[in-house]
């Protein structure tokens, strides 16, 4: 039974790896993919996940969305944290809303996903898994029907930054699809996420439920990614450090 099972989720990975790639192609992204991977010779899917995707290649949304004051203020804090060098992780959280009767997403509730213990990275923090599903009860629980999964873009040190794939590609291909600093794009990785998060709720809960992403970044913005009829959309928000 457990060779089965193991192909199983194999087979789920790879198909949520080949559902990405196809939505970032859907929404044009697929050039910029196909560049940053023949220049830098990426071939396997775990090697193409660090590729940067700018957000201005990302439409904005035209929902507006109203982030609670226990949202902001835990966001704040983690800046601050961020911003100590010693501390400059990514670190995963989810937050909780509910669509309200203008149709304006309210997000009230933020939940870190990190137990205690947890070693981090600057730029792979897996969700603890338990958290996660917690959260998500929990929210749902509470009548709250957007879910969304966030984590940490931390200030890179020179180190991590001269490792990036942004760092590693031609200031040409910077430019031409204005792929901003280490820390300031979202990655080929955090469609991934969104694209198995989405995925893996779908599955659980038989409701129309809003799922996104979201990203933290050091100077201060918070990005808000999610897909609508096969389109990618973002919602953009800065954390004011007062
Ligand atoms: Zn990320």
Not at 70 to 90: G, K, W, Y
Not at 118 to 144: C, I, Q, R, W, Y
């Amino acid at each position: 039974m457990i060779p089965d099972k193991d192909a199983q989720i194999i087979s789920r990975e790879t198909q949520q790896q080949q559902d990405t790639l196809a939505l970032l192609r859907s929404n044009g992204l697929g050039e910029l993919v196909e560049a940053c991977a023949h220049e830098l010779n990426l071939v396997s899917f775990e090697e193409r996940s660090e590729i940067p995707i700018p957000l201005s290649l990302i439409p904005q949304s035209e929902t507006e969305l109203d982030l609670g004051s226990d949202v902001s203020d835990t966001c704040r804090e983690l800046l601050n944290i961020m911003e100590e060098p010693q501390h400059a992780f990514e670190y995963p959280f989810f937050i909780g809303g509910f669509t309200s009767s203008q149709n304006i997403l309210s997000l009230e509730s933020l939940a870190l996903l990190y137990p205690e213990g947890t070693t981090f990275h600057t730029n792979s923090t897996l969700p603890d898994k338990d958290l996660l599903g917690k959260a998500v009860s929990d929210n749902v629980e509470k009548g709250g029907n957007v879910h969304v999964l966030g984590h940490t873009h931390p200030e890179p040190s020179n180190e991590t930054k001269e490792e990036s794939v942004a760092a590693k590609l031609s200031a040409e291909t910077k430019t031409k699809y204005g792929i901003r600093d280490v820390g300031l794009n979202i990655s080929l990785n955090d469609i991934y996420q969104l694209v198995s998060f989405r995925s893996t709720l779908e599955e659980r809960h038989d409701f129309s439920l809003t799922v996104m992403i979201c990203v933290l970044m050091f100077n201060g913005e918070i990005h808000f990614i999610y897909i609508e009829n096969d389109k990618l959309l973002r919602i953009t928000k800065e954390i004011s450090s007062d």
